[in-house]
């Protein structure tokens, strides 16, 4: 049932795909409602008219941002500017904490009535590194939807009221569950933001012709696509001796059921493919500074999630220097075997009930708080 409350208008931001998938969803969550702010396609499908392409917020790594300061520091003036001109009753962010944070600092400094309230969604992984973000986010929002309720205490010792909410990739995927067939399909997730794309196709490269080299000549190799990544990527691969099969965005989760096995940027579509029960390789390269600094500041063992809540290994992860050809093939070797696949995906199933709150999707829980 969609929640409902007449004359009220969100400002609602997304800078990323996970985040405007989900924005969309809370948007299709509530009815009467004005919505202005930037998202992708998904929002926009559901009436929102951005203020500008989501894809230039789409960033990540600390030396990565540099190089994109320029863009973003205009981003965050214009997003300044409209709220004050809007002046809405929620200014409602999704992720991207760094944009955000700026955003509504600036908007505070300009001055902007006290009746307007700032919600945020995703709290930041403080459990993982640097713990002192959450005083940050407790002097920057109003409220704060998590997705666990290991969460909650880190930021409502500071006075944040913080709502757990389960995560919003769990909702509806029970519908995706893998399929029996067993079809040999090998998909490459290169991920959703340019930067990150740029250095993982040179690897999915290599790792296919290895492969197929090596007599996997009767697997399928696959690719999804989001908006922000599809024409570079049919570019980049145009001169591929041999080329993944392209699958649009919209498919993807049709593509997960049937395949075999994984390789998959670090990120939401790993805990998308956990919930789904595929065995993955999570992957992630990265600037050899971010890296070095990684290894200082992060004080948790893993980047996956499922890895992280079960608090071992199951999704092998292959990071920085260890993300290479080599190394990936022999992990995808190994999940040809029947006994790892079948120790994998049990331990996939035992993490089931670590994904969602409760019969309500995240989304409408979201929807419903806002306007209760």
């Given at each position: ?5 007449k004359?009220l ?7 990323e795909v ?9 948007m ?11 998202g992708?396609?998904?929002m ?8 500008f392409?989501?894809s ?5 790594g ?11 520091s205009k ?5 300044v500017s ?13 992720d991207?904490?760094?944009f955000v944070r700026?955003v509504i ?9 006290k ?6 969604v ?8 640097r713990?002192?973000r959450?005083?940050k986010?407790?002097?920057?929002f109003?409220k704060l939807y998590a997705?666990?309720d290991f969460e909650?205490p ?22 995706y ?10 998909t490459?997730?290169?991920g959703?933001?340019?930067s990150?794309?740029?250095?993982l196709l ?22 999804p696509?989001?908006?922000t990544?599809?024409?570079?990527i049919r570019k ?5 001796k ?22 998959v940027a670090?990120g ?7 919930i789904?029960?595929?065995p993955t390789?999570v ?5 050899f ?6 290894k ?5 063992k893993w ?7 079960m ?7 292959l990071?920085?220097q ?7 093939f ?5 999940l040809t075997?029947?006994s790892?696949r079948?120790?994998?995906i049990?331990e ?11 019969s ?7 929807a419903d708080?806002?306007?209760?």
């Amino acid at each position: 049932m969609k929640a409902t409350k007449k004359n009220l208008k969100i400002f609602i931001i997304a800078g990323e795909v996970s985040g405007d998938v989900l924005g969309a969803k809370i948007m299709h969550n509530m009815t009467g409602i004005e919505f202005v702010g930037i998202g992708g396609q998904n929002m926009i499908t559901n009436g929102l008219k951005s203020l500008f392409p989501m894809s230039d917020l789409s960033v990540m790594g600390i030396f990565e941002v540099i190089g994109h300061l320029g863009t973003l520091s205009k981003r965050i003036k214009q997003t300044v500017s409209e709220i004050l001109k809007e002046k809405p009753d929620i200014v409602l962010t999704i992720d991207s904490p760094g944009f955000v944070r700026a955003v509504i600092n600036g908007v505070k400094k300009q001055g902007i009535s006290k009746k307007t309230k700032f919600y945020h969604v995703v709290a930041p992984q403080v459990w993982a590194w640097r713990e002192g973000r959450a005083k940050k986010y407790a002097k920057t929002f109003d409220k704060l939807y998590a997705f666990f309720d290991f969460e909650i205490p880190y930021f409502t010792k500071y006075g944040l009221k913080t709502v757990a909410v389960g995560h919003p990739i769990a909702d509806g995927l029970n519908t995706y569950k893998a399929s029996n067939n067993e079809q040999k399909i090998i998909t490459f997730v290169p991920g959703s933001r340019i930067s990150e794309v740029k250095k993982l196709l040179p690897l999915f490269h290599s790792v296919q012709d290895m492969l197929i080299n090596c007599g996997y000549k009767d697997y399928r190799f696959m690719m999804p696509t989001v908006e922000t990544t599809d024409s570079y990527i049919r570019k980049e691969i145009v001169n591929w001796k041999n080329k993944p099969e392209i699958i649009s965005s919209d498919k993807r989760y049709d593509l997960y059921a049937n395949t075999y096995i994984a390789v998959v940027a670090s990120g939401t579509v790993s805990a998308e493919l956990a919930i789904m029960h595929i065995p993955t390789i999570v992957v992630y390269k990265m600037n050899f500074l971010t890296s070095v600094l990684a290894k200082i500041l992060v004080k948790v063992k893993w980047a996956s999630l499922v890895n992280i809540l079960m608090n071992k290994t199951i999704f092998p992860e292959l990071l920085g220097q260890k993300a290479n050809p080599k190394a990936v093939f022999d992990c995808l070797q190994e999940l040809t075997l029947p006994s790892i696949r079948k120790k994998m995906i049990q331990e996939l199933k035992n993490a089931d009930k670590k994904w969602t709150k409760n019969s309500k999707n995240s989304a409408q829980m979201i929807a419903d708080d806002i306007l209760k």
